[in-house]
């Protein structure tokens, strides 16, 4: 089957909407298989797919740098029913470490699903808590003209660790072929306190991602462009482009990080609903002389699940 004119100007809209907003990345951290951790910033995403799905994710960002961001997440999604509704529920771990800060995330998501069209519309909300921990070593210069840490009430020293809540609300709609996302993390933006003077906050962040499935003139082969756009309100972050699948078994794909890299990535299934993912950001800013690149790996894991233990079968967006 061909691709219709339809799809194509589909197509087109989900790869260009998003080129009026691009800048940098934020407070939170950033992926290039946005695609595959869409848990992560959206609670609506929860129990979008008729089986039961675990993600594990590692990000080593800019290699070369001395205490470059190192990103860990996993994941776990999950739909059911009750009260003769449907509804879905997610759990994620995330560890965040740059420099002499560490986070760790722990949340839990619930979506209430809507029927709509010929797809179904997720509305969820997570609740949070994380633990912000800083091991600060401060390099100040020995002279009567600057202040040490211990003489400086704005700035921690030694070991500091916080504990605060957080919220995220987000809806999304998915069909066979089409998904999109917006959502909104840090709601109520926390304060992050580590001394009496020395306050942060965490700026309340906005998601967009989008996708469309094309099945080629070999049914073999599909198509998915997708993008995700991420925002604070002052700068934002645009990755846009595509993925080549093969018999749902093997896939490649380009993306561009506006301002900041191009991404390639591959994959393949290793075993039956078992696969596993591998991206290189080649930066395009100034940071290339100095960094050799950033490294992410994905595994996945999606196995369906009914009452009879019959068996049954699945069929979702393959970005998914």
Known sequence: MGINTMKIKGAFCILFM?????????????????????????????????????????????????NAPVTSVFSLTSPFSLFGANHGAGLNVMNDQIG??????????????????????????????????????????????????????????GNESILTPDFSLGIFYNTDELYFGLSATHVTEPEL?????????????????????????????E??????????????????????????????????RAGSAVVGMAGMELFEGIKLGYSYDFATSSLNRHSKGSHEFVLRYCFSLSIDRTTESYRSIRVL
Not at 110 to 134: A, Q, R, W
Not at 193 to 219: C, D, M, Q, V, W
Not at 234 to 256: M, R
Request: charged share 10%.
């Open 193 to 221: 306190k580590y001394t009496e003077t020395a306050t942060s906050f965490l700026s309340r962040h906005y998601y967009i991602t989008a996708g469309y499935n094309f099945k080629l003139s070999n049914p073999k082969y």
């Open 100 to 157: 002499f800060e560490n986070n760790i995330s722990l949340s839990l998501s619930y979506s209430y699903k809507i029927t709509t069209g010929e797809g179904k519309l997720g509305v969820g909300m997570s609740f949070s808590m994380i633990n912000s921990s800083l091991d600060a070593e401060w390099v100040i210069p020995d002279s009567e003209y600057h202040t040490p840490p211990s003489s400086d009430p704005s700035i921690p020293s």
């Open 223 to 256: 198509l998915t462009p997708s993008l995700f756009v991420q925002s604070d309100g002052a700068v934002s972050q645009l990755n846009i482009g595509g993925q080549i699948h093969y018999d749902n078994k093997v896939w490649g794909g380009l993306y561009y």
């Open 18 to 66: 998003g080129f009026t907003v691009f800048s940098h990345a934020q407070q939170d951290p950033h992926f290039s298989q946005n695609m595959y951790n869409i848990m992560t910033v959206n609670p609506g995403y929860a129990g979008s797919k008729n089986a039961i799905c675990a993600t594990a994710m590692n990000r080593q960002q800019w290699v070369g740098f001395e």
